[in-house]
């Protein structure tokens, strides 16, 4: 089988257009992925104070796009989980699941103790994380079962009957986004953001520590192949020019929109226990980072790292994901998917529209990168 190709978006904001505008043309944009062969649609989860986000509740949004779509997969990803109670959610993925008519996938994860702050919830870190794993223990167990029970530390549950089941068995598949390690342990498959240099090494260590945990040659719970990719933000045009001039403008507001609203609601309210300028980490979870074992020549030394050339970058986001929009012509991204290839990677995910971009600058893109580049990759 050949690369398969995904979609990642926030929906954000767009200068001169309604929300009802934005959800329209975001709609249409999945019906042209779904008719052109994309595995599947990732829609991540973000709140208030945050702006890069209009649809926060991703389960409404995704409910119409089921409507309108008959092959690609549907995928929230990820619910923050420590914002949801497990009835509600494991009630909605079982609608969602029949609504599409299988095509729901579920990614998960705990989100931010700043995000859980705002929402009211344990921003606490290490209760966040407890949270967390106690609410994807009950999602998953009320998925896969006719009753729940449950005695923990967050939720009681006592052979409450489950009267909605999902249409997959024992549960749509799963993911996890920007730790493999995390992925692997749980069989789910895994998403990151970054660099190509450093994806080759999560590619190399995902691959290991899923038969390490799941056993050579395992499939996930729903018998399918792992999948594991990178997010990759594009801008394609028919001149290297055309596509850098579109691309700067919406990746400056971009990474505006993804840092800079909550970090100010944070200092106006002198929240410096949850925004301390680095993300607090809970203690335990694996580190994000491969490590020297999966780098090349076995070194932690940076200059022995191989360095795959992505073309036509614009900006680099010099934080800890590292990662960049890729901008240029067809030819371009086309070398750029060759060193991605090279990583032993499966899966492609595509941020097509992003920032303050005019959608019709994202549909160019869209069509180049449909007609010019996925056929290279699909066989």
Known sequence: MGLQFGVFDHIE????????????????QIERFDSDGFYAYHLAEHHTPAVHSLAPSQNVFLAAASQRTDRIRLNPCIYVLPLHHPLRLIEEICMLDHLSNGRLEVGVGRGGVLEAYFWGSDWDVEQNLAKYTETLEVVKAGLSSDSLTHAGDFYQFDELPMRLRPKQVPYPPMWYMRNVETAAQHGMNSIIVGNLS???ANVKRYKELWEIYQGPGAKTAQGQDPK?????????????????AAA???????????????????????????????EVRPSGLPDRDAGEKYLTNNSSDSSNVQQRPEPGQVVEHGGSAAFRVIAGTPDTVRSYLDEYVATGANYFVCGFHFGNMDSAVAERSIDLFIKEVMPHYLD
């Open 248 to 278: 700067e403008p919406a990746w400056e507001q971009y990474l505006w929109n993804l840092f800079t609203p909550r970090r100010l609601e944070a200092e106006r309210r002198g929240l410096s226990e949850v925004w301390g300028g680095g």
């Open 13 to 28: 904001p767009i200068p001169g257009q309604d929300l009802g505008q934005v959800y329209s043309d975001r709609l249409s």
């Open 228 to 244: 594991i990719g990178l997010v990759s933000h594009l801008v394609l045009a028919d001149t290297e020019e055309e596509a850098a």
């Open 198 to 200: 450093g994806f080759e």
